[in-house]
């Protein structure tokens, strides 16, 4: 049985519009890296917020490690947290993300709410902070970034909370030539630590690069 497993999911933003995803179906395995392509509108972030229990199918199951994902089962708080520890999520704008005042403030954020000890968090968030190579952004306002870097809080931020499943959003969008290739490194080293990554992008060019990452494996 897959990790994730998606089965017939129909998902609608208004009733009387034709399905922006209909009866999709698929599994991801643990340790597994999957690469989602597709144009601009063709619903690719609507999936990944479905697969963040962010919205939900009108039809179709989500099982989560054997959990059906429903609005109502993530109103129970501790299943939420369970569930929201084990994925975390890069949203593709990341300014949604991004509300402390400080970029260091923005990474310790998640390791805070976790109920960490005060050095843990610390060496948490440092840690992340070097993997993302921010460490200079530290004292930054997070809103007077640029997008790239945002987008690096922002990944530091959900790398803090350690979960096992990373979903990213057009990861690579408003990334220099450096910071990408940084990105592919970083992705691959994930994948070999046996993180489970589901990447969604309408870059095919970066795509083809990503599989090339992937089957380095
Ligand atoms: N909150 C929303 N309400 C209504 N329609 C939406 C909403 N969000 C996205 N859409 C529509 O759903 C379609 C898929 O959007 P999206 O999932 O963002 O695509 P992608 O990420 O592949 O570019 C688009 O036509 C978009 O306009
Ligand atoms: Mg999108």
Redesign the pocket.
């Known amino acids: 049985m897959g990790y994730i497993k998606l089965s017939n999911i129909t998902f609608t933003?208004?009733d009387d519009e034709k399905p922006?995803i209909s009866d999709l179906s698929f599994c991801v395995d643990r340790g597994q890296c999957v690469l989602i392509l597709?144009?601009?509108?063709?619903?690719?972030?609507?999936?990944l917020?479905i697969l963040n229990g962010l919205s939900f199918p009108q039809s179709g199951e989500y099982l989560f490690d054997g959990e059906k994902i429903t609005e109502n089962c993530l109103k129970d708080n501790v299943k939420s947290k369970l569930f929201h520890k084990e994925i975390g999520f890069l949203f593709?704008n990341p300014d949604v993300m991004l509300f402390n005042a400080k970029v260091y403030d923005e990474v310790a954020f998640g390791p805070r709410q976790m109920g960490l000890s005060d050095d843990e968090v610390d060496r948490r968030t440092k840690d992340c902070m070097r993997m993302m190579g921010i460490e200079d952004l530290y004292d930054k306002a997070p809103y007077h970034l640029s997008g790239g870097q945002k987008k690096k809080v922002a990944l530091a931020s959900v790398l803090a909370l350690n979960p096992s499943v990373l979903v990213l959003?057009e990861p690579f969008a408003g990334l220099d030539k450096k910071s990408e290739t940084f990105l592919m490194d970083l992705l691959f080293e994930l994948k070999e630590s046996g993180k489970t990554l589901i990447i969604?992008t309408?870059d095919e060019a970066r795509l083809e690069r990503l599989r090339d990452v992937s089957l380095r494996l």
């Open positions: 933003y208004n922006i597709g144009d601009n509108g063709s619903g690719k972030s609507t999936l917020r593709q959003d969604a309408h």
